[in-house]
């Protein structure tokens, strides 16, 4: 076998690991993905029943509602195309409120809610902790 067969079938063997490799990590990503959906992608859409999946959008001011156990909570997650209502049983995070965003992750329900197995609350840019908040930008240097 000349030089150039030899490289060339090592070349071959070379990209035949890297496709298969390929293929089981995508095999492996298979079974852990959780697609993201807002309320506006499903409505009037055939729901992804039994799958793991995130909802992500914003808690509809006023829809809080908080059970008597305390730690059943529903509310309702709107992009402004559509809603969604998610029940919820845990402990919520600090930052989650009306008004803010939030990701749901759970399962879609037949009847078109949600059950959120976890929450996870968005802040904005200028979030900051409540140890930090006024002690950046301080100078001492500088008087008035």
Do not use: C
Not at 102 to 122: C, H, I, M, R, Y
């Amino acid at each position: 076998m000349k030089a150039k067969h030899q490289r060339l079938t090592l070349a071959l063997l070379a990209v035949a690991a890297i496709v298969g490799a390929a293929l089981l990590a995508l095999s492996a990503l298979k079974d852990q993905a959780a697609f993201f959906y807002a309320p506006g992608d499903v409505a009037g859409k055939p729901l992804p029943l039994g799958k793991a999946v995130r909802l992500g959008g914003m808690v509809q001011t006023g829809s809080v509602v908080r059970a008597r156990d305390g730690v059943s909570i529903g509310f309702r997650v709107t992009d402004g195309k559509a809603v969604v209502p998610v029940r919820f049983r845990g402990v919520t995070p600090d930052l989650f409120r009306e008004g803010s965003g939030v990701v749901a992750e759970g399962q879609f329900q037949p009847d078109g809610s949600f059950t959120a197995d976890n929450l996870l609350a968005k802040h904005d840019e200028r979030y900051m902790p409540p140890q930090m908040a006024g002690k950046m930008h301080k100078s001492e240097s500088l008087e008035q």
